[in-house]
């Protein structure tokens, strides 16, 4: 099927645009009234396993504020539970892995599953929403970086630093390249089927790459991120999220990404020296800043706009946007982006 | 009375040394047992305004692990406590401040206080510890940057995002400005008092600096800085230390200070050739390393030793120790710099 907007994919590809395309992260989700009323009726696990649900969602935000892409409405911890590990999502608290891996016992309690059987309601439900969108805009597929999922696998549950996570890796190196190779080659097959559902490009997030030293990023992180580019990069447009990781946007360029996501700790100009030319670069407007007055989001949109420059850049927040923020200014970021960008 | 190690201050006055110095940030905190000790018998802010035991914990480490400084046990939040604002701290959660700064009325509730009146047992402590080291190692005196006071007097406790903290500054910017220059005015004064009193050197804390786009760095964290460290540059060296605010280091560089902090996500060539050649870089073991197994600790050591080269270097964590660090792999991390940098 024909997409009628595919200014997300023309500029993934590096190709010339009437204006920058733009999406926000997590624009499915508790800012939007439509979501909170779904969100009181459903659990978060029954809104990502059912199809008709997690289309509704995914949805949502390209009728309620007019973002250039969809994303997926899922979650990244669906990886570890399709491996056999559970995962409890606590509203307003976050994640919980009640039996963590921490030994070489708890490994084989897990496995590379077969994605079909275990995660058959993502790709029936990103056929569904294929066909509800009817190619208004392209949809992008995701998964968590290795390194993330690893860290939640590990430390059970968020944290501030994932000490326990990063303490396992010191300490077991062998087990950890275990763990994240099965990670990686599930996320890899998990990828695939996306595609073949599909997603029209993947994001690759990794949420606590920005922990980690730049040698410890490269050993685990990028390392694994590197295969799933070089699996997916014929068959789709893939960018890379690592948030925090500014200072190995060059290594992750050479891994034939299509886009980097950056957030608002870098300038644009310092990310674009960093990661050169032939690449399309993602974000980076400040979540937060969707909770100043109006006159001034548009400002500094407009600014943010000048500094990525004409071409090569998709408009986006430098993480997903806040549960806090008004819908109006969700759509004031969105109008702005589509009008300055135009004048560019 | 003159210093029997000096290391520090002539490493912050770019002077020769034999070796580089090292201290560790949370240096005297819960890694270590006669601390857990104390922590069992006395409220936080028995043992934080007590001189007595903040001079017990002080020099706990300076006895147990041989680092080159000793800092002031203390806190940041004795600041807004100081300016008229209810503070608790709920031991293994984090402060509370449960009357926050909201709006311009809110602002009436506190003052820029007389700080030898309401910060006495501070300057009580730093004589007593002064007294009590007998000239063995400098006393680090510290306080909040007045960006990181603020996200706590109007977050009113901890967060991921500060959002609130934001949120307050974009949307009541004049109010912002008033609420920053009065916990810098209380800074400055309490910071001389701190000097007057026999601290060495002052090292500023901007703990949620890098939650910031370079722009509001500039104007809600480093504008503010800069004011304390003009006013404090003639009678002492000083350390900023803005975590993840590496964008902004040839900016804080030029502030005057001696010595910048930075954490372990930038790699100490790159800190140096942002920050220049003429100030000293304090830095950036990552505190989860010393989770690893001891030989890599020595081995990430010697690196990190190497990276920084020789001179105006001051070994330290990336950011504060972890309660879950065995004491010996702190003493490793101590040891090894003692040892290898004299090699350099």
Known sequence: MNLKNDLLLRTLRGEKTERTPVWMMRQAGRYLPEYRALRGKYSFFERVENPELATEITIQPIDSIGVDAAILFSDILVI???MGLEVQLIENEGPLLPHPIKTADDLKRICVPDVLDRLHYVMSAIRLIKKTLDGRVPLIGFAGAPWTILCYMVQGKGSKTFDEAK??????????????????????????????????????????????????????????MRQIVEELKGETEIILFAKGSWYALKEMKQTGASGLGIDWCIEPHMARSLAGPDITLQGNFDPAKLLAP???????????LQAFGKGRHIANLGHGILPNVPVDHARIFVDTVKEQSSLL
């Open 80 to 82: 570890p539970r399709a």
């Open 294 to 304: 109006s006159a001034r989001i548009k400002e500094e949109v407009k600014q943010m």
């Open 167 to 224: 303490a396992f890796c010191y300490r077991q190196p062998e087990l950890a390249e275990k763990l994240l190779q099965m990670i990686t080659d599930t996320s890899i097959a998990y990828l695939k089927e996306q595609v073949s559902a599909g997603a029209d490009a993947i994001q690759l997030f990794d949420s606590w790459g920005g922990l980690l030293s730049k040698p410890d990023f490269e050993q685990l992180s990028l390392k694994y």
